[in-house]
């Protein structure tokens, strides 16, 4: 493909020519150049077939990089390290591997829609009148995109919106991901605020031990959310999708939200809500976040008295004391955070809709059913995943990934254990026994372990069942004398009755 110095080739004697008689021209009548530069500068544009447009590495705000300087560099590291001749590597604040782009004053084509452009990469010296310890910012740095004329349509319509587009693709799957957490401020209104650290859990899907069909689903469930920006827009709807991870502690419900994140390189907001001192504070928060994130919101049924429905439930079945109990415990515990569920679901469903990009909150809970149906409605919560105990797929998922055993006698053991007996054991338990205790450990012993931690368990469950069964048969026991006893006061009570009204008659 010609570059741009061989296509000047061609055009340059032409031009060289008009330059040279420019030049003299001036020199010699330096009043009437003035009157005749227009003149000759449309002269040059005849000629002169290209249109060019500079981007400035710092334009606007002094020490701002441009955004669209970075995206253009972005764009081009790609085809730059296949084929700039001269190379620069950079690392750019937040971004986790180098970046590489051309040198100063290197040059490279790019097509598009069949047409070609030129890009080219330049530094000009700038005089300063101050004195400057930094040398280098007196360099101005900048591309130069160069096309021709009956090009123009397709570059400034399509063109530099696919540069754009392609370069923040690229700069988001280098950057480094975030945790962001929030934190009380020391500021007067002690207002939260997010921190973050950089985002660096080695959960991943294959990682996550379920079963392989539904964690297939959640996958293409992620993938076609991430891609329906249009079409989230033609129904109307704000691009964000909520998701309900409910299950047992130690199922996988944490370890799911770093996989996700990891699987769609977003960023996560850890939202403790307890720390959050209303819904405005709430509101204020949840515009911060930034687009590609998911939103986390851990034991909403610990965070926030959205326990509504139970707690109306209780009183309902004359348990009045211990409702009076538990919100006496609820308010001394909500007495420092004042969202409410309303607020809670203005934010899921109005405020949250006014903000661009794609979002995706998540809400764990060990129990579903404690959760006012409001909250978890499809729309709010669009898609309910259950965590449960470890299965015998799961379970070979651990084996492979802790010990690297694909096969042993043992297994047929473990699925009887789990599918004939169905013992009940979380995947984090299940991990524990797996993993090897000592250096050297044999995977048969580990193996092991866990067989007889699954036949301890099954004992346990028996253990727990009997005690419960024994527990309630005590309650019952209990409700039955206290109800002979309340019988026999009450016919105590009547016989009294009945005693003073004989004496009271008699008297008479
Ligand atoms: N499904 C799973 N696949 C792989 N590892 C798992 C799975 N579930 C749990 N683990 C392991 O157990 C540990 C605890 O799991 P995790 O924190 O995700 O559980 P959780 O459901 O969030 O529990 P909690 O309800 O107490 O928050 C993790 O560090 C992980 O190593
Ligand atoms: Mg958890």
């Not at 080739?9 to 008009?18: D, E, K, Q, V």
């Not at 003035?34 to 400035?56: A, G, M, T, V, W």
């Not at 969202?339 to 109005?350: A, E, K, M, Q, R």
């Not at 067989?451 to 309630?472: G, N, T, Y």
Request: hydrophobic residues 30%; charged residues 35%.
């Amino acid at each position: 493909m010609a570059t741009m110095g061989q296509l000047w080739a061609n055009t340059g004697s032409t031009l060289a020519t008009l330059m040279f008689t420019y030049t003299i021209f001036r020199r010699w009548f330096p009043h009437v150049g003035d009157y005749l530069e227009p003149f000759f500068q449309r002269l040059f544009s005849r000629f002169y077939p290209y249109i060019q447009i500079k981007f400035h590495e710092y334009s606007g705000e002094r020490f701002k990089r441009s955004e669209i300087y970075s995206g253009i560099q972005s764009y081009l590291s790609r085809d730059s390290s296949l084929r700039a001749k001269k190379l620069k590597a950079n690392t750019t604040k937040g971004s986790k591997s180098l970046v590489l782009s051309m040198d100063d004053r290197e040059e490279i084509t790019d097509e598009f829609e069949s047409v070609t452009v030129w890009w080219e990469s330049k530094k000009v010296r700038t005089t300063r009148q101050s004195f400057s310890f930094y040398p280098a910012a007196d360099e101005k740095r900048y591309y130069m995109l160069k096309f021709h004329r009956r090009d123009r349509e397709v570059i400034i319509e399509r063109y530099l919106e696919h540069v754009m587009k392609e370069g923040k693709m690229i700069e988001m799957k280098n950057r480094e991901r975030k945790l962001y957490s929030n934190t009380p401020g020391q500021n007067h209104r002690n207002q939260t605020k997010w921190s973050h650290v950089t985002f660096e859990h080695p959960a991943s899907f294959d990682t996550l031990a379920m079963e392989e069909k539904k964690k297939e689903e959640i996958k293409n469930d992620l993938v076609k959310f991430s891609k329906s920006k249009d079409y989230y827009k033609k129904i109307g709807k704000a691009w964000k999708r909520g998701y309900l991870l409910f299950g047992p502690p130690g199922t996988g419900k944490s370890t799911m939200i770093a996989a996700m994140a990891n699987f769609l390189e977003y960023d996560v907001y850890d939202l403790e809500l307890t720390t959050v001192m209303d819904n405005t504070q709430l509101r204020s928060l949840l515009i911060e976040t930034s687009t590609k994130s998911i939103i986390v919101i851990e034991d909403i049924d610990c965070s926030l008295n959205l326990t509504g429905q139970r707690k109306k439930k209780e009183e309902e079945d004359g348990d009045e004391k211990k409702a009076v109990e538990k919100k006496m415990k609820d308010e001394g515990e909500k007495k420092e955070s004042k969202v409410t569920l309303s607020g809670l679901l203005n934010f899921i469903d109005g405020l949250w809709s006014a903000c661009g990009g794609e979002r995706i909150i998540v809400f764990t809970t060990n129990f579903v059913d404690k959760l006012d149906p409001a909250l978890i409605r499809k729309g709010r919560m669009d898609k309910h995943i259950e965590m449960s105990y470890c299965g015998f797929e799961a379970f070979k998922l651990l084996a492979k990934n802790y010990l690297d055993v694909e096969k042993s006698e043992l297994f047929d053991e473990v699925k009887r254990l789990l599918e004939v007996e169905e013992i009940k054991m979380t995947p984090a338990d299940v991990g524990e026994n797996l993993l090897p205790k000592c250096e050297g450990e044999e995977a048969e012993t580990c193996l092991k372990r866990l067989v007889e931690a699954l036949k301890e368990e099954k004992e346990e469950a028996k253990r727990r069942v009997e005690e419960e069964s024994k527990q309630k048969n005590e309650e019952e026991e209990k409700k039955k004398r206290r109800k002979g006893k309340e019988e026999e006061m009450k016919a105590n009570k009547e016989e009294n009755k009945k005693k003073i009204e004989e004496n009271g008659e008699e008297e008479h």
